[in-house]
């Protein structure tokens, strides 16, 4: 005969009500600790543990207990909601936590606190859990969940709400108000983008940005003759936005935007493109109707200096490995086509 167990610990009511109410599947079922494990796959250990009220189990324990015992899936259900009250006791946080109703969501900031009482009323399951009951996984990424737990973004786009919303329990049925907000938000936002945005843009504008502005407007200057008849706007506003890119990513547009210049251009000569060395220009300026790509191979000279030899009327040439003067390098262009990269010939 085994030994009786220990009374229940009724120091947290909702965790006492929970041991209870497994104890009581248990004893209706007529089966041992031992008998159970091996129906269930736990270890006895396990099972006591989850039944003796000093400690909060784990969801995925509570129900195999009851499985176990013969329950189904209202069983199931129901020692789901007493281990959700167990959790939130445990946790005591809910109860600090201030965030309007879906219908009341203002911005970004309600939806992300909306959310996170979301997860404390599912008694705060874990990522793996949220995933794995979403009913859409690929939507939800462990590390998206994190970040909506952790309130440092909201959920990406409306699947991603959507199976939020499921994994803590909140049937779709109850998604409406949700959606509603999220569509709310997610539209400002886009208004503020096209519409806000640049006056912001020009309060932070430092002194640092206009003067790359300036480097980059030379960088792209292009004849008047060459400019696409349908285009629209000013380039103050391309400059503006050229400034707010960090100098990497500038540099990257501007190389690359180069280098296909470059090779359509050989292509009109005749060439092939593997005769195009692929190698990035510090200058690109505009001399007597053609444009001028100049590789400077000293950075002695300030920015913004023309290279020692006199850079502005000559066309470069492909940079060689071997040695020579660190002034510029450079060859005549070719005669045609007039308005042809002479790197390109």
Excluded at 13 to 36: D, I, M, N, Q
Excluded at 125 to 144: H, M, T
Aim: proline residues 9%.
């Amino acid at each position: 005969m085994g030994r009786r167990e220990k009374p229940v610990d009724q120091s947290h009511p909702a965790r006492g009500r929970l041991a209870v109410h497994l104890r009581g599947w248990r004893k209706s079922a007529g089966v041992t600790y031992e008998r159970l494990a091996r129906l269930t796959g736990l270890s006895p250990a396990t099972l006591k543990r989850a039944a003796s009220g000093s400690a909060v189990p784990r969801r995925t324990t509570v129900e195999t207990y009851v499985e176990g015992c013969g329950g189904g899936q209202e069983a199931v259900r129901a020692a789901d909601e007493l281990w959700r009250q167990a959790r939130v006791e445990e946790r005591g946080r809910l109860a600090q936590l201030r965030a309007p109703r879906p219908e009341l969501i203002g911005d970004g900031g309600d939806l992300s606190r909306a959310l996170e009482v979301v997860w404390e009323q599912a008694g705060a399951p874990s990522l793996r859990e949220i995933k794995d009951r979403s009913g859409n996984p690929l939507a939800l990424p462990v590390s998206s969940l994190a970040r909506i737990v952790n309130r440092d973004a909201i959920p990406a786009d409306e699947q991603q709400l959507q199976a939020f919303l499921t994994g803590c329990g909140i049937p779709p049925e109850r998604h409406t108000p949700w959606l509603s907000a999220f569509t709310k938000i997610t539209r400002r936002s886009l208004a503020v983008a096209v519409g806000e945005l640049p006056d912001e843009w020009s309060r932070l504008r430092s002194q640092a940005a206009l003067r790359r502005q300036r480097t980059t407007s030379r960088l792209l200057a292009v004849p008047s003759t060459a400019q696409p008849r349908h285009t629209s706007g000013s380039d103050q506003q391309w400059r503006d936005f050229l400034s707010l890119l960090d100098p990497a990513t500038r540099q990257h547009i501007v190389a690359n935007g180069v280098h296909s210049y470059l090779a359509s251009q050989a292509a009109r000569n005749g060439k092939t493109t593997a005769e195009l060395g692929a190698w990035q220009p510090d200058y690109l300026v505009h001399h007597n109707g053609k444009h001028m790509v100049i590789e400077v191979k000293s950075t002695s000279n300030p920015p913004g200096r023309p290279p020692a030899g006199g850079a502005t009327g000559i066309s470069p040439r492909s940079p060689s490995s071997g040695g020579g003067s660190p002034a510029a390098r450079a060859q005549p262009p070719p005669a045609e086509p007039p308005h042809a990269l002479a790197a390109a010939s």
